[in-house]
């Protein structure tokens, strides 16, 4: 059969179109979800706060997984959930709509693999909060597999370099309906080290705070920073940070008294900032605290209903249910207000 001619210089022309890339959608720095009003949505934001793009979710979210090169973002439902939403963040485009396996809930974060080929889902089972890791090829988003992750639970992944993920499970068995938690006194949560074949290589727990569920990664050049939710007794003040080396045992980073007890036992986002400090966030209470590389306590920084946290430089950057961004350097810096509420989360693009 002879070539077709047009389809073969269509085919040529179709090559040589640039493929859209994040400047396209006004290259964002980070995603955040949000509630305005009634409804909620996702918006890509500048480093000045300024809102480039909003696209509407059908409820509330969670985080968000940026796609590494295309303009493409995968907005998790928060947990128990079980949609997720890819999103042209160009167009503002639905491209797909996925869902796990019957019986299972998505539990709020992904990640990309480093070529942008496969996406991984932190997800439970819905009896009995078993964890799973979602396997999704990215063209289409079907699933291609999955693996345990090695306990109950898991709630934030990351991935490291050489395609391994490390997998926060944080230990709690709840409701499927209500989200009441159900083994609090037993609860047992865990740092995992996955294989890129879901092979667990080697898991590290909390045995003097095993009531302190571990819920949010950043990496750092060594390991993972993780940030925790106290489930104890309210009157005990414990580490809410800590880092985890692989092969070594994890190691707790305290504030002092007086200080520790103003996070109220709630760590709801972490960030790593470009010279290796680490600060975690409380909307419960109002603060973000700084930490430098190697754990030392520097500073607590007011906001009312702080949580979304990145990193904006050598600095960070908040946002807060007031609908408010700030840097975050030697203090707090307002950088915009928007009239909604932002959610937990700020996703680094």
Known sequence: MRPNRRLFLGGL???????????????????AAAKEGEDYCLHGLSESGESLFALPLPARGHAAAAHPEKPLAVAFARRPGTFALVIDCVTGAETHRFSPPPGRQFNGHGAFS???RVLYTSEVVAEGSEGRVGIWETEG????????????????????ADGR????NGGIQTDPTDRSKLNIETMRPNLTLISKGGTVLE????????????????LTATGVAFAMQWEGDPA????????????????????????????????GSIARASDGRLAISSPKGGVVQVFD?????????????????????????????AGGIC????????LAKLDLAWDNHMVAL
């Open 293 to 321: 590389a190697q754990g030392q306590f520097l500073a607590t920084h007011a906001r009312a209903d702080v949580c979304g946290l990145a990193a904006l430089g050598p600095g960070f950057v908040t946002s807060d249910g």
């Open 13 to 31: 022309a179709a090559l040589a179109l640039p493929r859209p890339s994040w400047a396209d959608a006004g290259s964002p720095a980070w995603l």
């Open 327 to 334: 840097a975050l350097d030697e203090g707090l810096r307002p």
């Open 236 to 267: 005990e003040v414990v580490p809410l940070l800590g880092h985890w080396v692989p092969g070594q045992a994890p190691e707790h980073y305290a504030a002092p008294e007086g200080e520790a007890e103003r996070m109220k036992g709630y760590a």
């Open 114 to 116: 480093a070529d942008g």
């Open 141 to 160: 988003f079907t699933r291609m597999g999955e693996y345990a992750s090695g306990g109950i639970g898991p709630h934030d992944l990351k991935l490291l």
């Open 203 to 218: 898991q590290v727990t909390l045995p003097d705070l095993h009531q302190a569920s571990i819920r949010h990664l950043v």
């Open 165 to 168: 993920l490390i997998i926060a």
